[in-house]
């Protein structure tokens, strides 16, 4: 964090909470993780055990009751000591949809359980191999048989953490496209249990990435979901996850800056420290400029991204300004670990300085979870009033 933005930080403790807890898990323990494609159950467990992962419950289901700005520091101090918080991240962000839209059943009957760690609630069905971002074109149906239960059939791509978690938040087409007035409508949401489905009618399918991410696609064939697992209104879903996409573009954006600050930590340390021709490396504009700039990218994504969280607890509108945030911190990011990588040379290339690691996981953000044009679409639409791009 830099000296000025410290300065009048309300989170700071939970910052140095955060830091103090992640530096029981050096570089060490994330490499040996990055090298065996594991996931990081003893570091998920301290996160839970400490409470962050329930950093947005309410008090009275065994949270924090924290807002997400809170959250925002969490993830961004995990990121900023060199880890990665994408392997739990989700748990933050899906939270949205249950409180703002689960009933009183529901909430009482998960929300306890995720609180004290007893369920992981990690993995969000949404993306098909068909439809990729244009979510509204999704196939995944959810029909209803009876009273009592939907029969789903379809695939999922790209559902992170599904391997690692009792609970999927599922988004499916209860009701035909052609059927709806609007594009938005015929979507709904369902918690599905997937202790109960896993190797029956649902099937998980690791897919193997240029980083540690544990993500997968995963097969729905005939799967019975209890219809008292709907989330909300039945068509309504499209609106609902809507919120939840706002929350984890701006937890992913904190998440950025984190991995912004730690780059550029490594990297200012080392051009002052590195000596070629008989002068610092850092003394030549070379190696400087870039830093420079990546800093100044970086407290000016810190800036929008602090503003989006702050509307996001205020319970205002803020899609423009988590879609800017996260944009702005994804570019951020990713140009502090391109002058890491140069000033670093040839080291940058050995895993022992983590930097080719933190290069794979950062350059993730520039396609996920949404591109940046996309963004720059949303923007335009959205904010600058111009036609529909796509």
């Known amino acids: 964090m830099s000296k000025r933005s410290a300065e009048a930080d309300e989170f700071a403790d939970i910052r140095g909470s955060v830091r103090a807890l992640c530096n029981k898990f050096p570089g060490e323990y994330w490499r040996t993780l990055d090298r065996e494609r594991a996931y990081p159950t003893e570091f998920v467990t301290a996160l839970t055990q400490a409470g962050y992962l329930a950093a947005l419950i309410p008090e009275h289901y065994g949270g924090s009751g924290l807002g997400i700005s809170a959250a925002c520091a969490i993830l961004e101090e995990i990121h900023a000591s060199g880890g990665n918080g994408a392997a739990c991240h989700a748990q933050m962000y899906t939270m949205g949809t249950i409180l703002r839209h689960g009933n009183a059943e529901q909430k009482q009957e998960y929300l306890p359980k995720i609180a004290s760690g007893e369920l992981r609630l990690q993995a969000f069905g949404v993306t098909e191999p068909s439809s990729g971002t244009d979510t509204l074109s999704l196939r995944t149906t959810a029909k209803r048989e009876g009273n009592d239960h939907y029969v789903i059939n379809g695939q999922k791509l790209w559902t992170s953490r599904a391997e690692h978690s009792d609970l999927m938040l599922l988004l499916a087409r209860t009701t035909p496209r052609e059927q709806v007035k609007k594009r938005t409508d015929g979507l709904s949401v369902f918690l599905v249990d997937m202790r109960l489905a ?9 897919i ?9 696609q995963v097969f729905f064939d005939d799967l019975r979901v209890p219809a008292e697992n709907l ?22 954006a904190a998440e950025c800056i984190g991995d912004a600050k730690w780059f550029i930590n490594k990297a200012t340390q080392y051009a002052k420290e590195r000596v070629l021709f008989d002068r610092p490396i850092g003394q030549n504009q ?10 100044a990218e970086l407290e000016a994504a810190d800036m929008i991204c602090r503003r989006a969280a702050a509307l996001f607890d205020d319970g205002k509108e803020c899609g423009a300004d988590a879609n800017m945030a ?21 080291f940058a290339f050995a895993r022992e300085y983590d930097i080719e690691r933190k290069w794979r996981e950062v350059r993730l953000y520039q396609t996920a979870p949404i591109s940046t044009n996309l963004i720059l679409a949303y923007i335009g639409q959205h904010v ?3 036609p529909r791009s796509y």
């Open 198 to 206: 896993q190797g029956t009618s649902m099937t998980i399918s690791p």
């Open 208 to 216: 193997r990435t240029m980083m540690n991410h544990g993500t997968t």
């Open 326 to 346: 996260k944009l702005l911190a994804s570019e951020a990011t990713w140009h502090a670990a391109e002058a890491t990588f140069s000033a670093y040379g040839g």
């Open 384 to 386: 600058l009033g111009m």
């Open 231 to 252: 989330i909300g209104e039945e068509g309504q879903g499209f609106r609902y996850i809507l919120s939840g996409m706002n929350a984890e573009r701006i937890l992913i």
């Open 286 to 295: 070379g190696v400087q400029f870039p830093l420079a700039r990546a800093y």
